[in-house]
């Protein structure tokens, strides 16, 4: 297949593109610098480009060719300095539903490319009908155990309000919900996976390392089996 990677140096799209890599696929890799990050490239069946998420025209000159596009997006640049992305985040918080509108305006011009966004966990319902970033309780409980300021509510309720922009979509989209708990570790293949509702480990955890999450976005792009809906997944 051929697949392309928003956010190619990111934590998450990084490993995206080696787990692509390792099956066989040809990647195009996107990042804000694809010069400098070609510098540093020395692997087979990748290329890099620029690309403006935000910008329809960029976005669809790149489409050609492409059997999906995986969008890890996020403002600044979150492996490399978390703390940027964050405050950017923070800042402005409907920059993910601009980016996500963009996307699909791009894509009514190649509607048979799937598109995969990888958001964010405060969307998903920790009970029955009740969601994570509908509630500033809920939310500032959740980000006070992660360590992240509770200012950052506003991004994760920017996440919740792109994948609503991408249900009015009628183009082939999928989101991806990670686990609340998501870090760099090990890949082992082994997970299980959920709609709408969080996957909980025996402890109660929603937990899962960055390069699982590589493995479940390449599974659903060989096979896909949540177009026009939201899947997560966890230990």
Known sequence: MHIGVIGATGTIGSRVVTEALGRGHLVKAFSRD??????????????????DVLDPASIAAVLPGLDVLISGFQPGNAAQDIADTVRRSIADPTV??????ALLKALESHPRTRLIVIGGAGSLEIEPGVVRADSDE?????LDQLGLPREYAAAVRGHRDALNVLRTSNRLWTYFSPAEDIAPGERTGRFRIGGDQPVL????RS???????AVALIDEAELPRFVQSRFTIGY
């Open 96 to 101: 993910y539903a601009t980016a996500a509108r």
């Open 207 to 213: 937990r899962i390392s960055v390069e699982d999450a």
């Open 34 to 51: 694809a010069s400098q990050a070609q510098k540093n490239e020395h692997r087979d069946n990748v290329s890099w480009a620029d690309i």
């Open 201 to 204: 480990d025996a402890d109660g």
């Open 138 to 142: 809920l939310l500032h409980a959740g």
